[in-house]
């Protein structure tokens, strides 16, 4: 059993829907590049930067806004892939990387919180890239759009402006078909919500503990899952 496969550990480093799953389903048709370097945007506690450390020899670097990256150092450290894992503690809007550093960008359950601007794509994510390198994204979306009238009960979990991140997959693909550096080739809802959302809502986190209401409230109707692919030009 590797470590990503230990429900324990999962349960203690997951920060809302299993990322390792769902990551294995965007990563399903997608080779990913074998050297260079990878950004996981977004990390949380990184656990899909352990799974991208295990699956290429690519330099990941993990960066995140909310998590330290000494804890998040540590944790690779015990896992001995402190060397293939660099740790980054920032905002990603504040452009803490050189333009063209990565061959890729993979980014799990973490795009929608600052990407859902039209500038964000072209202004601070697709310059990252180097020419034809992919853009990979996975978010909670909407299964059709609610805004003008969000169920009650849910408003009691979520926010008006928690709502705000969520959207159609029609409203994603305007605002990623407006882009005049990357091109959209895929984007489309994913297989894995039951599976990913089970994971997260048996766990004791008490954010964990929070979404289960939601979810039991009519959350399960209306969110689903979205998958991007996008490519820099
Ligand atoms: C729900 S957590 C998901 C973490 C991890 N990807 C996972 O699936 O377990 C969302 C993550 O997005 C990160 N995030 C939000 N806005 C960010 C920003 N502007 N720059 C970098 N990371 C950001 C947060 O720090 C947070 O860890």
Same mark, same amino acid.
């Given at each position: 059993m590797?470590?990503?496969?230990?429900?324990?550990?999962?349960? &203690?480093?997951?920060?809302?829907?299993?990322?390792?799953?769902?990551? &294995?389903? !965007?990563?399903?048709?997608?080779?990913?590049?074998?050297?260079?370097?990878? $950004?996981?945007?977004?990390?949380?506690?990184? !656990?899909?930067?352990?799974?991208?450390?295990?699956?290429t020899?690519?330099?990941?670097?993990?960066?995140?806004?909310?998590?330290?990256? =000494?804890?998040?150092?540590?944790?690779?450290?015990?896992?001995?892939? =402190?060397?293939?894992?660099?740790?980054?503690?920032?905002?990603?809007?504040d %452009?803490? /990387?050189?333009?063209?550093?990565?061959?890729?960008?993979?980014?799990?359950?973490?795009?929608?919180?600052?990407?859902? %601007?039209?500038?964000?794509?072209?202004?601070?994510?697709?310059?990252?890239?180097?020419?034809?390198?992919?853009?990979?994204?996975? /978010?909670?979306? $909407?299964?059709?759009?609610?805004?003008?009238?969000?169920?009650?009960? $849910?408003?009691?979990?979520?926010?008006?402006?928690? /709502?705000?991140? /969520?959207?159609?997959?029609?409203?994603?693909?305007?605002?990623?078909?407006?882009?005049?550096?990357?091109?959209?080739?895929?984007?489309q809802?994913?297989?894995?919500?039951?599976?990913?959302w089970?994971?997260?809502?048996?766990?004791?986190?008490?954010?964990?503990?929070?979404?289960?209401?939601?979810?039991?409230?009519?959350?399960?109707?209306i969110?689903?899952?979205?998958?991007v692919? $996008?490519?820099?030009?």
């Amino acid at each position: 059993m590797t470590i990503l496969q230990d429900k324990d550990y999962l349960a &203690e480093n997951m920060m809302g829907p299993n990322s390792v799953v769902i990551m &294995e389903e !965007l990563l399903s048709d997608i080779s990913l590049p074998i050297d260079g370097n990878i $950004l996981d945007l977004g990390c949380g506690r990184g !656990l899909t930067s352990i799974a991208l450390a295990q699956r290429t020899k690519a330099q990941i670097y993990a960066l995140d806004l909310w998590i330290d990256a =000494d804890e998040n150092r540590k944790r690779f450290k015990k896992l001995h892939l =402190d060397g293939k894992i660099t740790c980054v503690n920032a905002d990603i809007l504040d %452009k803490p /990387f050189i333009p063209k550093f990565f061959e890729t960008i993979i980014s799990i359950d973490s795009y929608h919180y600052f990407g859902n %601007k039209e500038n964000i794509l072209d202004e601070y994510i697709a310059p990252l890239v180097k020419k034809d390198g992919l853009i990979l994204m996975a /978010f909670p979306g $909407l299964k059709k759009d609610i805004h003008d009238n969000i169920p009650e009960t $849910l408003l009691d979990y979520w926010s008006k402006e928690d /709502f705000e991140c /969520f959207h159609e997959i029609e409203w994603w693909k305007n605002l990623f078909l407006k882009s005049e550096n990357t091109t959209l080739l895929n984007i489309q809802q994913m297989n894995c919500f039951d599976m990913a959302w089970n994971d997260w809502l048996a766990s004791d986190n008490p954010f964990a503990v929070e979404d289960k209401k939601a979810m039991q409230c009519g959350g399960r109707d209306i969110m689903n899952l979205i998958s991007v692919i $996008l490519k820099k030009k």
